[in-house]
């Protein structure tokens, strides 16, 4: 194939060159037929795939908080709340209840406003720590867990955040819904990685990355054992 082309290898500079163009050809065809060694076959297959996460429906995998393990969370220090062994915090300041595990960590999925209310409505038909008034939290009633003295790490694809609400409540989400409507198609939501409102569409396939905390005023237990 090659015996017409005369290539002067006696000459030191057309030499070097000719060779290092055969070293980059090596390099280049090595890695595609290269035959793994036993060690690096066992490697790939116990290393995870992200797109098979089957944690995460809706991401495709992508979301750090489910592919990488949940950042560690410290305790709470603050007289205000109080973790009860039934998974909800009773908040002393405003004399409410909250359920700890918001509904992505329970069904692994965000909501819309529309699907947080029919969520609202399964927890209170199972009785959920024995009580039936769980319902959404009103945004005064959200903004006031933010504390930008807390901070709990909240990852999302590439990206580390940091949401600024007490540990007691663990690895919480960013985003949540709040009861109040915005107009017809709109309701709010609440930000705790900055601590703002904000307006959403309520339903169709926009979520938001927006989920649930339920609530329930405290003294609301005895009525629901009625």
């Given at each position: 194939m090659f015996e017409n082309t005369a290539v002067p290898v006696e000459n030191p500079v057309l030499r070097r060159l000719l060779m290092a163009v055969l070293a980059a050809a090596v390099v280049w065809v090595s890695p595609a037929y290269a035959e793994e060694t036993p060690a690096e076959?066992?490697?790939?297959?116990?290393?995870?795939?992200?797109?098979?996460?089957?944690?995460?429906?809706?991401?495709?995998?992508?979301?750090?908080t489910l592919t990488e393990p949940p950042p560690e969370v410290g305790p709470s220090d603050n007289p205000?709340?109080?973790?009860?062994?039934?998974?909800?915090?009773?908040?002393?300041?405003?004399?409410l209840i909250w359920i700890k595990v918001d509904s992505y960590q329970a069904e692994k999925k965000w909501m819309?406003?529309?699907q947080g209310h029919a969520y609202i409505k399964k927890l209170n038909q199972q009785k959920f720590a024995g009580a039936?008034?769980?319902?959404?939290?009103?945004?005064?009633?959200?903004?006031?867990?933010?504390?930008?003295?807390?901070s709990v790490p909240w990852n999302y694809y590439w990206t580390k955040n940091e949401v600024h609400i007490d540990p007691v409540f663990g690895n919480s989400h960013c985003c949540y819904w709040t009861s109040e409507s915005y107009n017809n198609k709109m309701a709010w939501g609440f930000n705790f990685i900055r601590g703002q409102a904000y307006p959403s569409l309520k339903g169709g396939h926009t979520k938001s990355l927006t989920v649930i905390r339920a609530v329930r005023d405290a003294d609301e237990k005895a009525a629901s054992n009625q």
């Open positions: 076959k066992s490697t790939a297959a116990s290393s995870p795939d992200p797109k098979k996460d089957k944690a995460d429906y809706e991401f495709g995998g992508q979301i750090l205000r709340f109080q973790a009860n062994p039934d998974g909800t915090i009773t908040d002393l300041k405003l004399n819309n406003w529309d039936d008034q769980w319902r959404l939290p009103t945004r005064k009633e959200l903004s006031s867990l933010y504390d930008e003295t807390k």
